[in-house]
């Protein structure tokens, strides 16, 4: 028992490292909301090594969604873009309650892009900063991010950017 709590306490800690971390880290100025036909972008959600994520509303269903847009957009090189187009047709292909659906994908003013599920709320290191996990409670999270992570993998995917 005494080693499950090590664990859970070490695991906390190195979520709570990686928070201070990214917070620390310099902010990305916002970029100008891109046009996507049949969407509504509201919001720059998140800025990642691949793209840039927004919150939009889908103009025909009124669905809150994310999309996702390749970061260099038509300054993109052919590797950045089959990782992206790869990425689009495997995640399209995965259903786990812990991983988002894609719903659309195409191309707007150049620059690709995909149309997932929107997930409120905050990211797991400030949800883990937040939240004061311990013993089998932390594990049970662990676990459930491992059997996402796991389910990708399963399908080649391998995230570089977990949330």
């Given amino acids: 028992m005494t080693s499950e709590h090590d664990d859970a306490r ?16 310099p902010r990305v100025e916002p970029s100008v909301a ?21 919150e939009a509303v889908h103009e025909r269903t009124g669905r809150r969604v994310a999309i996702k847009l390749l970061r260099d957009g038509p300054f993109a090189g ?14 399209a292909q ?22 997932m599920d929107f997930v409120a709320g905050e990211t797991l290191d400030l949800h883990v900063q937040r939240r004061a996990y311990a013993g089998r409670e932390a594990l049970e999270l662990f676990a459930k991010i491992c059997d996402a ?3 990708a993998h399963v399908r080649g995917i391998l995230h ?3 949330k």
């Fill in 94 to 115: 995965i259903e786990h309650p812990a991983i988002v659906a894609v719903h659309d994908s195409g191309t707007a003013a150049g620059r690709d892009y995909l149309v």
């Fill in 149 to 151: 992570v796991a389910a």
């Fill in 10 to 25: 070490e695991m906390i800690a190195a979520a709570r490292r990686l928070a201070v971390a990214v917070r620390g880290s």
């Fill in 78 to 91: 052919q590797g950045e873009r089959a990782r992206f187009e790869r990425e689009l047709r495997i995640l």
């Fill in 34 to 54: 891109p046009e996507i036909p049949g969407y509504q972008v509201l919001r720059e959600i998140h800025r990642g090594g691949q793209g840039i994520v927004y």
């Fill in 160 to 162: 570089r950017d977990l």
